[in-house]
């Protein structure tokens, strides 16, 4: 598939894959496998749609047995000045990293939490829409801290306090609109049942659905649902940067027209 196609044509070549059956992986050991695979089977490279405005689309698949996190974007709190991750959050909230000692130096810190807006991590982290100002921000409940935390949680009492932060670290949502939208482009999206046949992984390509129409307002409601989770992962000296992340199975929850080919 190196001409120029139509839509419809590539929406036919996804269909057509299911009546090829189980597929061995082209990519043995590889989580990625299923949509290098699809890709190869559809003669693309590197997410390269053979279609009229490609940049308008893109495709992703996905196993239908796989709770795993998608990343959608990357974005660093706001006021992005202050450097959140690296000035303040890891240095004043951050505990000892397990490879400290070790693989690092005594002194590493790591700030390594995955949160979302139904409940507080452990450690007492959460985020929550405020519709009013019309902001995602970072909140902190020292009452959710866990037990096994009460160590870094004294520590804590002592040094910055157990109050609630302030100011909130925080993404505006027109920001978040806008960075989700040149994003979460159009898609092709695929799923895929996956077996494990004469020790290979297989594929049966089984669904195809339009995504088209991404809607903010229903990004913002995946967050307050706790379907959408915010990820920090920073450790003394590197901020692996902060990413937007959710289930791959909600992601047509996300726009407003949804095409189901079944």
Request: proline share 4%; aromatic share 10%.
């Amino acid at each position: 598939m190196t001409d120029l196609i139509t839509k419809e044509k590539l929406i036919e070549a996804i269909l057509s894959l299911r009546d090829k059956g189980w597929i061995p992986t082209h990519r043995p050991g590889n989580q990625g496998g299923v949509g290098n695979t699809l890709e190869d089977l559809l003669g693309l490279h590197e997410n390269n749609l053979p279609i009229p405005n490609a940049a308008e689309w893109e495709i992703k698949s996905q196993r239908s047995n796989t709770n795993s996190l998608t990343t959608l974007f990357h974005m660093e709190p706001s006021p992005r000045t202050i450097r959140w991750v690296p000035n303040i959050l890891l240095p004043k909230y951050g505990w000892t990293h397990k490879l400290a000692d070790s693989k690092y130096s005594s002194h590493e810190k790591s700030f390594r939490q995955t949160i979302n807006g139904l409940s507080a991590s452990d450690r007492g982290f959460k985020i929550e829409v405020d519709d009013v100002n019309r902001r995602v921000v970072l909140s902190f409940d020292s009452s959710s801290i866990a037990d096994r935390h009460s160590e870094w949680r004294e520590t804590l009492r002592k040094t910055v306090g157990l109050n609630q932060l302030d100011p909130q670290p925080y993404w505006g949502i027109d920001d978040l609109g806008h960075k989700a939208g040149t994003k979460l482009i159009n898609t092709f999206y695929v799923v895929a049942d996956s077996m494990i046949i004469d020790g290979v992984e297989h594929f049966y390509y089984k669904k195809l659905m339009l995504l088209s129409g991404f809607n903010v307002d229903r990004f913002i409601k995946a967050i307050k649902e706790g379907k959408i989770y915010v990820d920090f992962d920073a450790r003394t000296g590197h901020n692996h940067g902060t990413k937007f992340r959710l289930r791959s199975n909600t992601l047509p929850d996300l726009y407003s027209k949804v095409q189901d080919f079944g």
